[in-house]
């Protein structure tokens, strides 16, 4: 298996760190530099992103496996987990990738999966007292922290996004998705 477009993760030790907030602000500098972003999120809990009342919601919720809705603007599919046979266990990074269509993008970044063997920038802040992943963990290739940080490894300023969009835009040039990097997944 090949990988056609680079898989970047962002980590941290726990919620509420600030995974979000930075790419928040990241993935408009990347955008301002012509890459087209791909995001997967890890959800630890239920979701929806339709709403009551809505057909697509009472279309769902009247026992259909798949909703998908579409428009003029965007599309989206749901899967119920709990209503197929034998109810699968949580979707893995490596099966829901395959539902990005890298057609249309340049970069896929994932927001979790902090386990999965796939590059990734740890969000730390030395405040919080959490310990570093980076410690544990050999995919990580850079530190985005909002304080000191003593590692090998490059720590980035988690308050500046165009820092990081830097660095990633570095590591996009010096690195070829190979299928090393792909089939780890």
């Given amino acids: ?36 972003i791909s995001v997967i999120k890890h959800a630890h809990h239920s979701f929806d992103i339709d709403h009551p009342g809505k057909d697509s919601y009472r279309l769902r919720e009247s026992g259909a496996v798949q909703m998908l809705l579409g428009s003029r603007h965007r599309w ?10 034998n109810n699968p266990p949580e979707p893995g990074l490596d ?12 970069l896929v970044i994932v927001e979790g999966f902090k386990h999965a ?9 030395p405040s919080l007292n959490k310990p570093l992943l980076a410690n544990e963990d050999s995919h990580i290739i850079a530190i985005a922290s909002d304080g000191a940080v003593a590692s090998q490894l490059p720590v ?6 165009e820092e990081i969009a830097a660095f990633i835009l570095a590591w996009m040039q010096a690195q070829s998705a190979t299928a090393k990097q792909c089939s780890a997944l």
């Fill in 156 to 161: 980035l300023n988690l308050n500046d996004a």
């Fill in 95 to 106: 099966e829901l990738l395959p539902h990005i269509d890298t057609s249309l993008i340049d």
């Fill in 1 to 36: 298996m090949t990988c056609p477009v680079p898989i970047l993760g962002f980590c941290a030790y726990g919620s509420g760190i600030g995974k979000t907030t930075l790419l928040v602000s990241l993935i408009p500098v990347l955008t301002r530099r012509r890459l087209r």
């Fill in 76 to 85: 989206a599919l749901m899967t119920e987990l709990s209503r197929i046979p």
């Fill in 117 to 125: 063997a796939i590059p990734k920038i740890e969000v730390f802040r």
